[in-house]
């Protein structure tokens, strides 16, 4: 069973950058593609971000130009770089496969206020 380990969000300004990371136990990461989504207070649950295990990239349209996807399959990470930040990026971030196919991990907040 793969677990999924968020981590790197916090508070940041308008206009700011974080930089999230996901890392993932298990030895079937390599061979899935992989997103990340966001749950903001009474939303569901969204996609913002994927790139299959060949390394092609796709961008939620409110986020495109705003974000880069990345991965490492030697250390069964995948990285978000979110930047020029908006208040209604506040949310939870996720990763998971995609589709989602194992456990939620706790997500990281992410909170954009000044």
């Known amino acids: 069973q793969v677990q999924l380990v968020e981590s790197g969000g916090g508070l940041v300004q308008p206009g700011g950058s974080l930089r999230l990371s996901c890392a993932a136990s298990g030895s079937s990461f390599s061979i899935n593609h992989m997103a990340w989504y966001r749950q903001a207070p009474g939303k569901e649950r969204e996609m913002v971000a994927f790139?299959?295990?060949?390394?092609?990239?796709n961008y939620a349209e409110s986020m495109k130009g705003r974000l880069t996807i990345s991965r490492d399959n030697a250390k069964n990470t995948v990285y978000l770089q979110m930047n020029n930040l908006k208040p209604e990026d506040t949310a939870v971030y996720y990763c998971?496969?995609?589709?989602?196919?194992?456990?939620w991990g706790q997500g990281t907040q992410v909170t954009v206020s000044s």
């Open positions: 998971n496969a995609r589709p989602p196919r194992w456990p």
């Open positions: 790139i299959t295990s060949y390394g092609s990239r």
